[in-house]
């Protein structure tokens, strides 16, 4: 493989509607299907987080991925969330995948059973020495154990079929780290951000895209932030990640997620249904006050009208976060020598 192949883009996590007794509404995934892909999405990845795969059965996660594939119709390239519980069951779900028509997997890191690097090696290892699919390794420590940089160049290094790494820790460093490791031995291989606070500072440092949850949300955005960053264009990149940071936190903060990103697309005309996640009477009402909240900064993009009473006035962004993330970049070039 070239490096001409090489996963790049916004892939986006998608949340998967529900009817009212809970089940997949499959009409209205095949909508938002069309709908991301007419508003210039990359790619897809079903069976992430965001998709909240852990809530649906093995059944559920590959009829999800069938539906989503028999919509696309090869029109964008399909990232599939093959993690399952153990190895055998997971390898089962990259030829299932691979069947469909995807173009590759991402799989967690193990989960629950918290591993040392050389149990997380042999994991991927295993799996990549037994799938007809491209793997995508996919680090996310706050949920499950830790891919740390020496396992990612060992298993760059092994195996062909071990592709990209999907990180969503935000870890400037880290993904810099990983980048000046593999990067030299595999030009094909790719790097991709899943926190969307820090999508540009990560394209800036080599990044070849994002999975990133806003983009199922405002793809609009997230895809035009990628496209004025790799074209240089960065005080108008600079200011859409701002914009995007202000949408980001409000959804992930402010709820247990991912019920944020669902009250934010409904408000973009997807009928999410209720999430499998019971809720409490409290929760249920700060999910209403975050919608109201939402529905400015949608509002404040021209993606929806503003609420009844209308929204807060002279609220100004706070560029801390992201002053700090660049801060962090910069210092980080000139350890490396890299930076003017």
């Known amino acids: 493989m070239t490096d001409n192949n090489r996963l790049r883009g916004i892939f986006t996590p998608n949340i998967v509607p529900l009817d009212a007794n809970g089940e997949i509404n499959e009409a209205e995934l095949r909508r938002y299907v069309d709908w991301l892909i007419e508003r210039g999405v990359h790619g897809l990845y079903p069976n992430g987080s965001t998709g909240?795969?852990?809530r649906f059965t093995v059944e559920e996660r590959r009829r999800i991925?069938?539906?989503?594939?028999?919509?696309?119709?090869?029109?964008v390239p399909i990232l599939a969330g093959a993690a399952e519980a153990n190895v055998r069951e997971t390898i089962k779900a990259c030829e299932a995948y691979h069947e469909m028509g995807c173009r590759a997997v991402a799989i967690v890191s193990p989960f629950y059973y918290k591993l040392s690097p050389a149990g997380v090696y042999a994991y991927f290892k295993e799996i990549a020495d037994n799938t007809p699919i491209d793997v995508t390794l996919y680090n996310i420590p706050m949920f499950a154990s830790p891919i740390d940089v020496p396992t990612v160049r060992k298993l760059a290094e092994e195996c062909p079929r071990v592709v990209a790494i999907k990180d969503s820790?935000?870890?400037?460093?880290h993904m810099m780290r990983m980048i000046d490791a593999v990067r030299p031995m595999r030009s094909?291989?790719?790097?991709?951000t899943g926190w969307d606070a820090a999508l540009m500072p990560m394209l800036l440092i080599g990044c070849d895209g994002g999975t990133n949850a806003t983009s199922g949300v405002v793809p609009e955005i997230t895809r035009k932030l990628y496209d004025l960053t790799l074209l240089g264009n960065l005080d108008a990149a600079r200011s859409l990640q701002y914009r995007l940071l202000r949408l980001f936190d409000a959804m992930i903060y402010n709820s247990e997620f991912p019920e944020g990103f669902r009250a934010a697309l409904r408000l973009r005309g997807i009928q999410t249904g209720k999430g499998r996640q019971p809720q409490s009477p409290g929760q249920q009402l700060g999910i209403e006050k975050l919608s109201s909240?939402?529905?400015?900064?949608?509002?404040?993009?021209?993606?929806?009208?503003e609420p009844v009473g209308g929204c807060p006035v002279g609220q100004s962004l706070d560029p801390e976060?992201?002053?700090?993330?660049?801060?962090?970049?910069v210092g980080e070039l000139k350890r490396l020598g890299i930076a003017p």
């Open 188 to 192: 094909d291989f790719s790097f991709l």
């Open 65 to 75: 991925i069938e539906i989503i594939a028999d919509q696309n119709r090869g029109r």
């Open 293 to 305: 909240e939402l529905q400015c900064l949608l509002a404040a993009e021209g993606y929806t009208h």
């Open 52 to 54: 909240e795969f852990t």
């Open 169 to 173: 820790s935000g870890d400037l460093p």
């Open 321 to 329: 976060q992201v002053a700090r993330i660049v801060q962090g970049v």
